[in-house]
């Protein structure tokens, strides 16, 4: 097994993110639209100067969940339905970490590093605190302001193993269609955060849709506890 550094990561995720009160069942809605669509989009929300772009954290697993529960900080603006990635392969795509500035040194015009310009003040003045470094973030911003999404590339992450199947349930059912060259009536692969660490594990774990043999999405259960669980289709 490979050695893990418990302060470093070689994954950031994109986690999606609610502009309501955090619903976990709309949440999983929002997260399964975006992949029916199959891109994710950059957005202009608390960024300075208005500047698209998406965004990501390196923060290891570890600083994401205590003791099997998720972090209620960080976990408090965003919800536990994400997208992960390589740093290399968003790294090879123009993006990378962001800057932690005050906002008195934001250069609007300065286009090669204000889109990764992130508001900084550890000191309350004013009600200007400003300090979200504990967020580790990486952004980029994608060519057409969209990012595509391929299974060969991200692996999608659950808060608990009850979700993943909900997803790869409503995958199944999805492509039903006998129109659709992927029918997903497969055995499906969830495994847990904590054992994805090991590069001989995750390296393996990749499928290519439309593969008959194979679901094409690799799943990661982040095997949280006191998480609400998906609502039951009736029959």
């Given at each position: 097994?490979?050695?893990?550094?418990?302060?470093?990561?070689?994954?950031i995720?994109?986690?999606t993110?609610?502009?309501?009160?955090?619903?976990?069942?709309?949440?999983?809605?929002?997260f399964?639209?975006i992949?029916?669509?199959g891109?994710?989009?950059a957005?202009?929300?608390k960024?300075?100067?208005n500047?698209p772009?998406?965004?990501?954290?390196?923060?290891p697993?570890n600083?994401?969940?205590e003791?099997?529960?998720?972090n209620?900080?960080?976990?408090?603006?965003?919800?536990p339905?994400?997208?992960?990635?390589?740093?290399?392969?968003?790294?090879?795509?123009g993006?990378?970490?962001?800057?932690?500035?005050?906002?008195?040194?934001?250069?609007?015009?300065?286009?090669?590093?204000?889109?990764?310009?992130?508001?900084?003040?550890?000191?309350?003045?004013?009600?200007?605190?400003?300090d979200?470094?504990?967020?580790?973030?990486?952004?980029?911003?994608?060519?057409?302001?969209?990012?595509k999404l391929?299974?060969?590339?991200?692996?999608?992450?659950?808060?608990?193993?009850?979700?993943?199947m909900k997803?790869?349930?409503?995958?199944?059912?999805f492509?039903?269609?006998?129109?659709?060259?992927?029918h997903?009536?497969?055995?499906?692969d969830?495994?847990?955060y904590?054992?994805?660490?090991?590069?001989e594990?995750?390296?393996?774990?990749?499928?290519?849709c439309?593969?008959?043999?194979?679901?094409?999405?690799?799943?990661l259960?982040?095997?949280?506890?006191?998480?609400?669980?998906p609502?039951?289709?009736?029959?």
């Open positions: 097994m490979a050695y893990t550094r418990l302060d470093h990561s070689d994954c995720i994109h986690f993110r609610d502009t309501e009160k955090w619903d976990l069942q709309k949440s999983y809605q929002i399964y639209s992949i029916q669509q891109i994710l989009k957005t202009t929300t960024r300075l100067g500047i772009s998406l965004c990501f954290t390196e923060a697993y600083c994401l969940t003791n099997c529960n998720l209620q900080k960080y976990f408090k603006r965003y919800s339905f994400g997208f992960q990635f390589t740093k290399k392969y968003i790294y090879r795509l993006g990378l970490p962001v800057i932690y500035s005050p906002t008195d040194q934001f250069e609007e015009k300065n286009t090669l590093t204000n889109w990764r310009t992130v508001s900084y003040d550890p000191i309350k003045k004013s009600g200007n605190f400003r979200y470094t504990w967020e580790r973030e990486w952004r980029i911003k994608p060519k057409n302001n969209e990012l391929d299974p060969n590339d991200v692996k999608l992450i659950f808060p608990t193993e009850e979700w993943a997803f790869r349930n409503d995958h199944d059912a492509h039903e269609d006998p129109s659709c060259n992927c997903c009536s497969r055995d499906c969830i495994i847990t904590d054992r994805f660490h090991s590069k594990e995750h390296e393996s774990l990749v499928g290519t439309p593969n008959p043999d194979k679901f094409p999405w690799l799943l259960n982040m095997n949280c506890k006191n998480i609400e669980s609502e039951v289709d009736e029959v």
